[in-house]
T-cell receptor
Framework: AQKITQTQPGMFVQEKEAVTLDCTYDTSDPSYGLFWYKQPSSGEMIFLIYQGSYDQQNATEGRYSLNFQKARKSANLVISASQLGDSAMYFCAMREGLEGYQKVTFGIGTKLQVIP | DAGITQSPRHKVTETGTPVTLRCHQTENHRYMYWYRQDPGHGLRLIHYSYGVKDTDKGEVSDGYSVSRSKTEDFLLTLESATSSQTSVYFC??????????FGSGTRLTVV
């Protein structure tokens, strides 16, 4: 079974609108972390947001928020007020474990295009 | 924040030749990782290191070897490059609870 599933290969959003990128995960480890990374066309991987499995509140970082629904094993990224610079690939990732080697698994990504 | 650098940034090589990619960190992190990125696959772990001379395989380790003789350097070697190893390679270090810090990537083309 896939550890991280991103079912949207590509998404379009109008500038200034909000957009939700879907991510579901699968783990039996009670301690895990969920991440979103952005990869613009220049190629670098940029950390956006983190949610721990024991965190009670949804994580927020500026215009980014993570809609964490633990029972449904989903960790969707919400980008508010989209900007042209948000056009990029977005990867959801999960880290399992807290100590020592922490295995991180990535989804296949979603390509977001912001339309002026 | 250039705590992790990769070299070279781009490389074109011929099938059957050996290739070594270098990752250098200045953060003194114990864990270092090599990933490859391919369309439709996301990032897949090749090898990782948990200390000097301590390495282990990831999910796509066939055809690759690694070495770590110093904390700051983690080398990825393709012993005999094949076209299927054409990819973008990322090195990463553990960034604590906020996840990885990635290098800028190496685009490798095997012709």
């Amino acid at each position: 079974a896939q550890k991280i599933t991103q079912t949207q290969p590509g998404m379009f959003v109008q500038e200034k609108e909000a957009v939700t990128l879907d991510c579901t995960y699968d783990t039996s480890d009670p301690s895990y972390g969920l991440f979103w990374y952005k990869q613009p066309s220049s190629g670098e991987m940029i950390f956006l947001i983190y949610q721990g499995s024991y965190d009670q509140q949804n994580a927020t970082e500026g215009r980014y928020s993570l809609n964490f629904q633990k029972a449904r094993k989903s960790a969707n990224l919400v980008i508010s007020a989209s900007q042209l610079g948000d056009s990029a690939m977005y990867f959801c990732a999960m880290r399992e474990g807290l100590e020592g080697y922490q295995k991180v698994t990535f989804g296949i990504g979603t390509k977001l295009q912001v339309i002026p | 924040d250039a705590g992790i650098t990769q070299s070279p940034r781009h490389k074109v090589t011929e099938t059957g030749t050996p290739v070594t990619l270098r990752c250098h960190q200045t953060e003194n992190h114990r864990y270092m990782y090599w990933y490859r990125q391919d369309p439709g696959h996301g990032l897949r772990l090749i090898h990782y290191s948990y200390g000097v001379k301590d390495t282990d395989k990831g999910e796509v380790s066939d055809g690759y070897s690694v070495s770590r003789s110093k904390t700051e350097d983690f080398l990825l070697t393709l012993e005999s490059a094949t076209s299927s190893q054409t990819s973008v390679y990322f090195c990463a270090i553990s960034g604590g609870p906020r996840g990885y810090t990635f290098g800028s990537g190496t685009r490798l083309t095997v012709v």
